[in-house]
C-alpha cells in the first residue's frame, strides 16, 4: 500500500497491506485518464455561469470525447470527431462497455488501476483537454471551468488519495488567474502538477514574458508542468491540414505540437530563466527526441547569438537537466532514445482509456521489451517519482519565504 500526504515523500508502507507491483516492479503512470461525468460542469461550475456550463455527448460511443458549449455554434469546430466505426472503435467499445455502464467511477479507475497492474497514476482529462482550447477565450469564463474540473477532480481522487493523484487545469487567458489556480491546487489539494496544452491559444508564445509570473510560481511551489495535446482543438494545429482524415491527424497532432512546446522552453530561454522547472511532454511518443534535439543544437551553433540570446548551453543540456518525455507501452523505435541519452528522463504513460491505450495489456507490453531491469524500473517507476516530487529523496515542499527571494532575483 501507498502512502503519500501533500508535500511528503511517496513511499511504500512497511506492514500494511500490499503493492500493486506487477512482476516485481512498481508501476507509476505518469499519464492516466479519466472520463469525465457529462454534467460536471453543470454540478461544479460557479452559479453565474451555469448557463454557459459545457455539457458532455453522450452517443452510442461509450468513450464519446464530445463536449457541447450551448452557447457555442456547432459548425466552429476547425476538425471533425472521431468516426464511430472500425476496427478500433469496435475493439473499445468491448474493452470499455462496463467501464461506461458503471459511470467512469473513482472505483471503477482503481479496477482498471488493478487490472494493469499500476500502483500510482496522475490523472489528466478527457473532455477537458478541450474546453480551453477556444481563441481567446472570456477569461472569466475559462478559469471558471478550470475550477469546477480541479474541484470535481479532487472528489474524484478521494476514492484512494494515496493512488490517484490529480494534474490541476489551469487557464492562461487572464494569467492571474492561472496563478490563483495553481496555488490553490496545490496547497490545498495537494496536487502533484498542473497541466497546459502545447497548443497556443491566445497568440503568445510560452517563451512570451507574458508567463513568467507563472513560471516563477512553479519553481516556487516545486510544481512540475505537464505539457499534454490531443488530436483536436479549437485554435490552430499543425495536424489540421490533413482534415477530413481522422486517422492522419491523430499520427501528427500530438507529437508535432510537443516538439514545437518543447522548442519553445529549450530554444526560447524559459528554462535558462527557470532553473528549477521540471516539465514533461506527454502523450507524443519519444522515438523523435533524439533528432529533434540535434536540430535544434544546430540551430543553436549556427544562429543561437541571434535567436537564441538567452541560452549558455545547448537546447539538449536543458531537455536533459530539466525536462521529461513519455515512451509507449509498445514504442519499438524508442530504444534509439534511449541509446542517445539513456532512459533516465522517460516516462511510463498507460493513456487509460483512449483510443491509442494498450490497455489492458499496456504494462504487459512495456514488460516484454528488450529493455534491461534496471532500464524498466526507472521507467516504470523512479523517473515519474522524480518529476512529480514523489520520490523518497525528493518530497515536494512548499517553497519558504528565503526561496520566494531567489526566484525573483
Known sequence: MLDIQPGSALRFREGKGRSMAKNGFRVFDSDMHIM?????????????????????????????????????????????GTPHRGSNFNKNQDIY??????GWTGAVQLEAMDTEGID????????????????????????????AYNDWLHDFCSADPKRLLGAGMISVYDLDDALRETRRVAEEYGFRSVFLRSN??????????????????????????????????????????????????RVYAQPFEQMMGMGAFLGGGILQR?????????????????????????????????????????PSEYFKRQC??????????????????GCD????????????????????????????DEDKRKILWDNCARFYGAADNEPRRIATDHDRQQVQQ
Open 200 to 249: 497556443i491559444i491566445n497568440g503568445k508564445n510560452w517563451y512570451d514574458p507574458h508567463y513568467e509570473p507563472l513560471w516563477n510560481l512553479l519553481e516556487e511551489l516545486n510544481l512540475p508542468l505537464g505539457f499534454h495535446e490531443a488530436s483536436a482543438s479549437r485554435s490552430r494545429q499543425a495536424a489540421e491540414h490533413f482534415e477530413p482524415n481522422f486517422g492522419l491527424r
Open 345 to 372: 528522463q522517460l516516462v511510463f504513460s498507460t493513456d487509460y482509456p483512449h483510443g491509442d491505450s494498450k490497455y489492458p495489456h499496456a504494462v504487459e507490453s512495456f514488460l516484454a521489451s528488450k529493455l534491461s
Open 120 to 147: 500510482t497514476a496522475v490523472l489528466f482529462p478527457t473532455r477537458g483537454l478541450g474546453i480551453l482550447t477556444f481563441p481567446d477565450q472570456e477569461p472569466r469564463f475559462a478559469a471558471a471551468m478550470a475550477r
Open 274 to 314: 527557470h532553473p528549477k522547472m521540471r516539465v514533461a511532454f506527454l502523450e507524443a511518443n519519444c522515438s523523435w527526441l533524439p533528432w529533434l534535439l540535434w536540430r535544434l543544437d544546430e540551430g543553436y551553433e549556427r544562429e543561437g547569438d541571434v535567436f537564441m540570446p538567452d541560452l549558455v548551453m545547448k
Open 36 to 80: 469525465e461525468p457529462p454534467d460536471l460542469w453543470q454540478r461544479y461550475i460557479d452559479p453565474e455561469f451555469s448557463d454557459q456550463a459545457p455539457r458532455g455527448r453522450t452517443s452510442d460511443n461509450v468513450r464519446d470525447l464530445g463536449t457541447i458549449f450551448p452557447n457555442v455554434p456547432k459548425d466552429t469546430r476547425r476538425t471533425g
Open 324 to 341: 521529461w518525455i513519455s515512451i509507449e507501452p509498445d514504442e519499438a523505435p524508442a530504444r534509439y532514445t534511449i541509446e542517445e541519452f
Open 97 to 102: 462497455r462496463s467501464h461506461a455502464e458503471r
